[in-house]
Every structure is written in structure tokens, then in C-alpha cells.
T-cell receptor, first 115, second 114 residues
């Protein structure tokens, strides 16, 4: 168990640029989640995949945001035409689908700063 | 999923037990209580979960009231490294509609002081 890995850890970009983040989940986990967290707030759910299928998207996920998980393994989150309001920590989590005690394992996040 | 209410902040002396309360008065019969914590600059970390019975693991104990409307997370001997934001979350645990996602509130910031 090498844990959930996110890359990069920090990203600084200018307003209007596109950015892409990568998440590598725990290898046998079939579910993958993206969250966003701003200072002083709890993480907010963005979207979730089961294998390669994106099964749920939050209303927070505007049309400038797109997430993929092409082979049911790693995932990418792209933000197009970044805005200053996109500045946040982007967290990825993975889990193994279970009936009861499903636990989410989180990465350390990607801190995005939009100037 | 049911909403939870937690105090925004608490202090605890190092070496003492930290008791973190959580109210979830609208919890449904098939919803579990989960606790996660988030240390500064890290992602949330699973601590413990339960349905009806009290639970204990190497990190903490979870006490759920008989009516299930509230619970308490107990860190038996708090250390400085336990300083973190603690989130109490209720989530359905069974059924085909379970996505597994967690809905976080603002949690309780626990400050362990020397």
C-alpha cells in the first residue's frame, strides 16, 4: 500500500491558463473521488469514478472543469481558463467498493494558486 | 446523508483524554458515523466508524448514544501530533445507491497544548 499520490503538490498559474492535476490511487481501489478545499472549510465533493465511469458530478464542477479516469487507474482533473476563485487545495481519494465499511484514503492534495 | 453539528474548536492538555462531541439527530437507521481528521497540509485520514455499538481501535474510541443521535470521539492520551481538524460524518453504509462519497462539514479544530 503506497497510498494515494497526487502530482504536483503545488501549482501556481496565471488567470486564464489551463492546469491539469494527476491522481494515482491505491492500486486495487476501484473508486476515485475528487474534492476541493478552500481555507477554513471542509473538503467539498466534486466528482467520483467507479472504475473508468464518472458516475456523479457536483454542481460545483463547472463546465471549465473536466475529470477523466481513462483506464480505471489514474485520474486527471483539468481546469480550463482558470479564475482566481479556483485557488484551492484539490484532493483526491480512493476506495474499494464495499457494502458497509468503505473507507476513503486521501492524497496530500495539489495546492493551486491562480494569480 | 444526515447533517452533523460539531463545536468549531476545542483545547486539550497533552496526555489527557480528548473528547470530541458530534450531534446527528436526524441520522437514519442505515447510516454509519465516521470520523476523519486532517492535519495541516495533509489530506483527511480515517480514524474510526460505527453503527450502533461502541468501537475502539488503535487510534481512538467511538461512543454512540443509544438513540444514535449523538456520538463522542475519544483520543485517550492526546499528544501534540493529534492537533488537527476532526470531522464527524454520517453516511449510508449499505444499498445499491451508496456512492461511498463523504460530505464534510467544517469539523472541530482540536488544539493539544503542552
Amino acid at each position: 500500500d503506497t497510498g494515494v499520490s497526487q502530482d504536483p503538490r503545488h501549482k501556481i498559474t496565471k488567470r486564464g491558463q489551463n492546469v491539469t492535476f494527476r491522481c494515482d490511487p491505491i492500486s486495487e481501489h476501484n473508486r476515485l473521488y475528487w474534492y476541493r478545499q478552500t481555507l477554513g472549510q471542509g473538503p467539498e465533493f466534486l466528482t467520483y469514478f467507479q472504475n473508468e465511469a464518472q458516475l456523479e458530478k457536483s454542481r460545483l464542477l463547472s463546465d471549465r472543469f473536466s475529470a477523466e479516469r481513462p483506464k480505471g487507474s489514474f485520474s486527471t482533473l483539468e481546469i480550463q481558463r482558470t479564475e482566481q476563485g479556483d485557488s484551492a487545495m484539490y484532493l483526491c481519494a480512493s476506495s474499494l467498493k464495499r457494502a458497509t465499511n468503505e473507507k476513503l484514503f486521501f492524497g496530500s492534495g495539489t495546492q493551486l494558486s491562480v494569480l | 446523508d444526515a447533517k452533523t453539528t460539531q463545536p468549531p474548536s476545542m483545547d486539550c492538555a497533552e496526555g489527557r483524554a480528548a473528547n470530541l462531541p458530534c450531534n446527528h439527530s436526524t441520522i437514519s437507521g442505515n447510516e454509519y458515523v465516521y470520523w476523519y481528521r486532517q492535519i495541516h497540509s495533509q489530506g483527511p485520514q480515517y480514524i474510526i466508524h460505527g453503527l450502533k455499538n461502541n468501537e475502539t481501535n488503535e487510534m481512538a474510541s467511538l461512543i454512540i448514544t443509544e438513540d444514535r443521535k449523538s456520538s463522542t470521539l475519544i483520543l485517550p492520551h492526546a499528544t501534540l501530533r493529534d492537533t488537527a481538524v476532526y470531522y464527524c460524518i454520517v453516511r449510508v453504509g449499505v444499498g445499491s445507491g451508496n456512492t461511498g462519497k463523504l460530505i464534510f462539514g467544517q469539523g472541530t479544530t482540536l488544539q493539544v497544548k503542552p
